[in-house]
């Protein structure tokens, strides 16, 4: 059973924009907290953005000003809108949630800018 799958992933130039999404299962969506993290090629994996059930939003100071985490109840979707890319974005996005002491993450999708 596929918990969190994102999409919305590809190549871009910079300066381009794109919106990732994640639908999550109920069980793990509903009044928790979701994330979004990445991982570049030989670095470690990062917390970009977090946005809580009730709508708060953390952003990593790399994605502050460009990018926009929101969340659909109503879907058990959450999305990532990422402008003014640059090719230092590129990695693979992941979304994460944290239920009772447990890590999900989805397959992750590919992020690629050109410069």
């Known amino acids: 059973q596929v918990q969190l799958e994102e999409s919305g992933g590809g190549l871009v130039q910079a300066g381009g924009s794109l919106r990732l999404s994640c639908a999550a299962s109920?069980?793990?969506?509903?009044?928790?907290?979701m994330d979004w993290y990445r991982q570049a090629p030989g670095k470690q994996r990062e917390l970009v953005a977090s946005?809580?059930?009730?709508?708060?939003?953390n952003y990593a100071d790399s994605a502050k000003g460009r990018f926009t985490i929101s969340r659909d109840n109503a879907k058990n979707t959450v999305y990532l809108q990422m402008n003014s890319l640059e090719p230092e974005d590129t990695a693979v996005y992941y979304c994460?949630?944290?239920?009772?002491?447990?890590?999900?993450w989805g397959q992750g999708t590919q992020v690629t800018v050109s410069s």
């Open positions: 994460h949630a944290l239920k009772r002491g447990t890590n999900y």
């Open positions: 109920r069980s793990i969506f509903s009044a928790n907290t």
């Open positions: 946005i809580s059930s009730g709508g708060s939003t």
